[in-house]
């Protein structure tokens, strides 16, 4: 019986030993990449006559139009549009700049590329991700796109580029993830999940990629999905204040297999809500919905409101191609908006907008 009695201390010993290392592991890691992070906006708010102006950019995804016709070099390009939002009390209105700018790179996969599909601004620089070639890019302030990392695709054993679609910042990594669901064929067969998996940059550019498909599959079940219904992501926040994911899906249906033909008309107009370890779901509509044309394509929270108000785009296309682009605003707490969708210049799928420049 001692000798049990001492193997079980020695056990209770270990696990305390491996708790404990366990712990400073995962401190020393989180605080490694925090070491000389640079959190600091690439914007300054302005107060004026009771209200307070932001500085926001927002950048296209030209699909297949892309490419810059007539060059001697295949080039491809985005459009940036600049402008300022002002929010006094309940109001927000919007002002763009006149002067349009455009952003271009040789670098491409399959004939295409500069598909850009989110902003984000990390360790000091804006950041935005080819969906077409999974190269992430630094956003100059004089509009250049510089590449930092290259994404593959799925649990990185491809030379596939990720189709990013949106990209956040988490514990000072760089958070990037895609459609959120099982790739298919166009009639709706099943391929692999590879779009299941996200991918989790350092500010040094380590890359890990992280299977997903459990978190993704989760908030189907909490917004009522079921087989063979999807749902489609395009952007996605964590919130360091609330220490929660935010999510407003591109594409909802409950029910109905996916389809090409019947896709553009799933827009949602759902807020998904998870807790860190995905246990803790809840689902709430913001606004109308309409005909489901329009669904979101990217948001962030606006500085200075506790993560409350929420600034997002939303995109529309007819037949596969763009027909245009709309800002909205909305406090996701109470569900009030505060800017009804607003259309932005051109018929654009901008599908990335971030506080910059």
Known sequence: MAGCSSCRNKLVALVGLLSVALYYYTRDTTSTAC??????????????????SHRIVVVTDLDQHSLVQGGKKPT????????????????????WDEKEHEIKSQFSMGGRAMELSDLT???????????????????TSDFKAIPWVFLN??????????????????????????????????EGVFVNHDPMYIKKVSPKGHLEHVRWVDEYIAL??????????????ESAQWSEVHKKWFFLPRRVSENEIYTEATDEFKG???????????????????GEKGTGSRGFSSFQFVPGTN??????????????????????????????????????????????????F
């Open 307 to 356: 993560d409350e108000l929420i600034v997002a785009l939303k995109s529309e296309e007819k037949d596969g191609e763009p027909v245009g682009s709309y800002i909205t605003v909305f406090n996701w707490k109470s569900g009030k908006v505060l800017l009804e969708d607003t259309k932005l210049r051109g018929a654009f799928k901008f599908e990335g907008i971030a506080f910059a």
């Open 35 to 52: 070491q000389d992070f640079n959190s600091a906006p690439l914007t300054t708010p302005e107060f004026k006559n009771g209200g307070v």
């Open 268 to 286: 949602s107009n759902l807020l998904i809500i998870a807790s860190e370890d995905f246990k803790d779901i809840t689902v709430k509509p913001i």
């Open 153 to 186: 695709d799925g649990p990185g054993n491809t030379s596939k580029g990720l189709k990013g679609e949106w990209m956040t910042v988490k514990d000072c990594n760089l958070y990037v993830g895609g459609l959120g669901k099982e790739w298919t064929t166009t």
């Open 121 to 139: 601004v990390f360790d000091g620089k804006l950041l935005s991700i080819d969906d077409r070639t999974g190269i992430v890019y630094q956003i």
């Open 220 to 233: 189907r079940k909490a917004a009522g999905v079921v087989d063979p219904g999807y749902m489609i992501h």
């Open 76 to 95: 491809w390009r985005s459009f940036v549009h600049t402008g300022t939002i002002t929010i006094k009390d309940d109001k927000v209105t919007v002002e």
